[in-house]
T-cell receptor
Framework: AQSVTQLDSHVSVSEGTPVLLRCNYS??????LFWYVQHPNKGLQLLLK??????LVKGINGFEAEFKKSETSFHLTKPSAHMSDAAEYFC?????????????FGAGTRLAVHP | DTEVTQTPKHLVMGMTNKKSLKCEQH?????MYWYKQKAKKPPELMFV???????INESVPSRFSPECPNSSLLNLHLHALQPEDSALYLC?????????????????FGDGTRLSIL
């Protein structure tokens, strides 16, 4: 069965310090992986995607993620947090299954950024 | 600004009302989706349309009725909703391959309609 586990429900960092949001996945085949961000009262915005090309993926707003097949992980990082990064982050797997594009969402990680 | 536009942004309705949610995209995407999102939870898939045909209904109650009039529009008709249906309703779209085969393209989400049932 396919699944996604976000290892932290809440992460709190100080402005200017690094951000690490952890995600592990379970998939029978090589999946497509995504990170989305959701600010309050907004929809989900795509931060970055991994689709079997480079294992280090760069996204918008300075975020990046590294696909590690041996660890089945896809952790999201940013060198320096900004106040505007405070939001809910979802790690998402699109299993290889053919047919329609069904996503499996992690439970989400709420990132708080303190001055 | 998102490329998927949803209207209205907020909707309050009674349990006997009939209302509709609207979603529009002009990215040429041929797959469109409805999700329901409760507070502090990830989105839950409700319906998938592929090439204007309903391909997936995730066992959604019949008081929710989707409609896809054309490749750019997706509606969700609401009737006799219950208080537990109060949630954020998100629309999304994505590219699909012509043969409906495997697609690794991401879904693009609108900002949602915040629905409150009195």
């Amino acid at each position: 069965a396919q699944s996604v586990t976000q290892l932290d429900s809440h992460v709190s960092v100080s402005e200017g310090t690094p951000v690490l949001l952890r995600c592990n996945y379970s998939s029978s085949y090589s999946p497509s992986l995504f990170w989305y961000v959701q600010h309050p009262n907004k929809g989900l915005q795509l931060l970055l995607k991994y689709t079997s090309a480079a294992t280090l993926v760069k996204g918008i707003n300075g975020f990046e993620a590294e696909f590690k097949k041996s660890e089945t992980s896809f952790h999201l990082t940013k060198p320096s947090a900004h106040m505007s990064d405070a939001a809910e982050y979802f790690c998402v797997v699109r299993p290889f299954s053919g047919g329609y594009n069904k996503l499996i969402f992690g439970a989400g990680t709420r990132l708080a950024v303190h001055p | 600004d998102t490329e998927v536009t949803q209207t209205p942004k907020h909707l309050v309705m009674g349990m006997t009302n009939k209302k509709s949610l609207k979603c529009e995209q002009h990215m040429g995407h041929r797959a469109m989706y409805w999700y329901k999102q409760k507070a502090k939870k990830p989105p839950e898939l409700m319906f998938v349309y592929s090439y204007e045909k309903l391909s997936i209904n995730e066992s959604v109650p019949s008081r929710f009725s989707p409609e896809c009039p054309n490749s750019s529009l997706l509606n969700l008709h609401l009737h006799a909703l219950q208080p537990e249906d109060s949630a954020l309703y998100l629309c999304a779209s994505s590219q699909e391959t012509p043969d409906r085969g495997y697609s690794n393209q991401p879904q693009h989400f609108g900002d949602g309609t915040r629905l409150s049932i009195l």
